[in-house]
């Protein structure tokens, strides 16, 4: 079982729409998760930490069940700039390393 | 500006002749590390360091190596590279390991021949 799991999808979506994305690790011991946002051939970058409470941040919601392993990223009122591929990563077994989801691909349309 | 620079950006090379990708900081975080991108595959960590002369390997280190002689740099090594490493390379710094945010740096897109 592979660490760090996504749908890769492409989920395609019309702008104002309500799309979430759920992500399964496979270590009980996680610590840390969070999701990043990459763009076509740019580097990660932070989206939001994810706690064990669930947060928000404007039209993003991230919650976590530790019980059965799996984050979760809701994107209510989709824009085209929300247009990217969203990475779920929670720190690993060994150290202080990170393990990498594949990416969700979202595409949001007119 | 707080940033990761890598250099160089873009890089085609021949088998078997070695390169350095470097990789700097601005932030004094401690922690930085080396990944490649590879369709299909996502992100895998190659090697990372906790402080100056302390590293550690990641999940695909084998056919690169790594120094850590200063706070802000941490250059990835390919003494003889091969098609295999053809890749998006991204390093990234962090104040404190795998709990804080990750800064990416640009990428290094590298092809082998």
């Known amino acids: 079982r592979k660490e760090v799991e996504q749908d890769p999808g492409p989920f395609n979506v019309p702008e104002g729409a309500t799309v979430a994305f759920n992500c399964t690790y496979s270590?009980?011991?996680?610590?840390?998760f969070f999701w990043y946002r990459q763009d076509c051939r740019k580097e990660p970058k932070l989206l939001m930490s994810?706690?064990?409470s669930g947060n928000e941040d404007g039209r993003f919601t991230a919650q976590l069940n530790r019980a059965s392993q799996y984050i979760s990223l809701l994107i209510r009122d989709s824009k085209l700039s929300d247009s990217a591929t969203y990475l779920c990563?929670?720190?690993?077994?060994?150290?202080?390393?990170?393990?990498f989801g594949k990416g969700t691909s979202l595409l949001v349309t007119p | 500006e707080a940033q990761v620079t890598q250099n160089p950006r873009y890089l085609i090379t021949v088998t078997g002749k070695k390169l350095t990708v470097t990789c700097s900081q601005n932030?004094?975080?401690?922690?930085m590390s080396w990944y490649r991108q590879d369709p299909g595959l996502g992100l895998r960590q190659i090697y990372y360091?906790?402080?100056?002369?302390?590293?550690d390997k990641g999940d695909v280190p084998e056919g690169y190596k790594v120094s850590r002689k200063e706070k802000r740099n941490f250059p990835l090594i390919l003494e003889s590279p091969s098609p295999n490493q053809t890749s998006l390379y991204f390093c990234?710094?962090?104040?404190?390991?795998?709990?804080?945010?990750?800064?990416f740096g640009p990428g290094t897109r590298l092809t082998v021949l």
């Open positions: 994810v706690y064990s």
């Open positions: 932030m004094n975080h401690e922690y």
């Open positions: 990234a710094s962090s104040p404190w390991g795998n709990t804080d945010t990750q800064y």
């Open positions: 990563v929670v720190n690993g077994n060994s150290g202080y390393a990170l393990n």
């Open positions: 270590n009980s011991a996680s610590q840390s």
């Open positions: 360091s906790m402080n100056v002369e302390v590293t």
